[in-house]
């Protein structure tokens, strides 16, 4: 596997100089210091993000079905030399490549959804009580859109969470930090274009609509430090990101099948298959035509089962209206972005491996509301077994 650095190129360059750039680009490997300094994989808990870099995983890049060991749905993971990680989706599947990354769980603590669809939302339930069981005692934070009507909104689906998982809530309380148990949403007007959601400690997200299926969908961009990351959910290609993901550093859009590949891989008629494809998602060529217009310095394609013939054709046809530097994002791809450069490796991850360390201040955080049983279900208890004697502590 090769290492790829996407050198910074400069904006006021030609169509013709970007072309140059981006071959040279897609084709080099590293002989910089940088890539003395990493190996072409990364590994969990060996190194840390620097004071002026930006990391990115991609946890999920496919499709609701199938999901598979290979690829979970829709989900980013982007952590800051700030010491703030923040998640962009969440879709089923996906917390198992979280998991992999073993992070701080105290501080993956914030997550962004471009809309309610479970293959990007699937797996905020495993995200909530999993990342409280792995070290997180603080609230977890949900931030997304409004809908057409109230039961649409992030604030719903929020309140939902905690209906359906009362029992599973309520049975750990006390074992667990009281405060790692709450779940919080931050639910935004949808209809807003480039409006703030997000502003702490040096970092501002805007977002702004997208156009899939109902009102409600939007999309991110991330700023911190002179870098910038763009995160778009499913959507038609639309005006408001053209315009609000220009020149970022790391822009992420869908890049869905073509109609033709759609329909010959799942057996659709060309009618149901050009809709889908090219009514609410972007098809590879339109993708292209985004890309060349708002001009990333890296653009990543996502949202498709990346079998090796669907990959080429994808490729393909993004490459007749883009020719800038360009990934269409596979599972547990991660980029180091930097002013200088963006460098792509790939986590390699152990496939059982304990829960990170707990910190001192989990183990510290305040417990209370121990979950208890009635008289009727204690008076079950076998006779024939007695527990060891209860510590204090």
Request: proline share 7%.
């Amino acid at each position: 596997m090769q290492i790829h650095k996407f050198l910074a190129i400069p904006k006021a360059e030609t169509t013709m100089k970007r072309m140059v750039w981006s071959v040279t680009i897609l084709m080099a490997t590293m002989t910089s210091a940088l890539a003395q300094e990493r190996v072409d994989a990364w590994y969990p808990q060996t190194e840390t993000v620097g004071p002026d870099e930006m990391f990115i995983v991609a946890l999920g890049t496919g499709m609701p079905t199938p999901i598979t060991r290979a690829q979970k749905s829709s989900a980013w993971y982007v952590e800051l030399g700030n010491g703030d990680i923040f998640l962009f989706d969440v879709g089923s599947g996906s917390a198992e490549n979280l998991f992999a990354l073993r992070p701080d769980f105290n501080r993956v603590n914030k997550a962004f959804l471009s809309h309610l669809h479970t293959d990007h939302v699937g797996d905020v339930d495993s995200l909530w009580v999993g990342g409280w069981l792995s070290g997180r005692y603080e609230p977890l934070h949900i931030y997304g859109p409004s809908g057409a009507k109230p039961e649409l909104g992030t604030a719903a689906f929020v309140e939902g969470l905690k209906v359906a998982y009362a029992w599973d809530i309520s049975g750990r309380s006390g074992a667990l930090p009281d405060a790692g148990g709450q779940l919080i949403a931050h639910e935004f007007d949808y209809k807003k274009e480039n409006v703030v959601v997000y502003k702490e400690n040096g970092v501002t997200i805007t977002a702004w609509p997208a156009i899939h299926i109902l009102d409600g969908p939007v999309s991110y961009r991330l700023e911190w430090n002179g870098l910038s990351f763009v995160f778009g959910g499913d959507s038609y290609p639309n005006k408001w990101f053209i315009k609000n993901a220009q020149n970022a550093d790391f822009v992420i859009h869908e890049c869905f099948y073509t109609p033709v590949g759609l329909a010959s891989y799942l057996g659709w008629g060309m009618r149901q298959a050009t809709f889908v494809s090219s009514y609410i998602h972007t098809p590879p060529a339109a993708f292209g035509k985004i890309m060349s217009m708002v001009k990333p310095r890296l653009a990543v394609g996502y949202h498709s089962i990346l079998v090796p013939e669907m990959h080429q054709q994808i490729l393909e046809g993004v490459r007749t209206t883009y020719d800038g530097p360009l990934i269409i994002a596979d599972d547990l791809m991660a980029w180091t972005v930097t002013k200088e450069a963006i460098v792509q490796r790939e986590v390699v991850s152990a496939e059982r491996v304990q829960p990170p360390q707990p910190s001192l201040e989990y183990v510290k955080a305040n417990r209370s509301g121990e979950a208890i049983v009635s008289d009727y279900i204690t008076a079950g208890k076998w006779e024939g077994y007695t527990p060891p004697p209860l510590p204090d502590k």
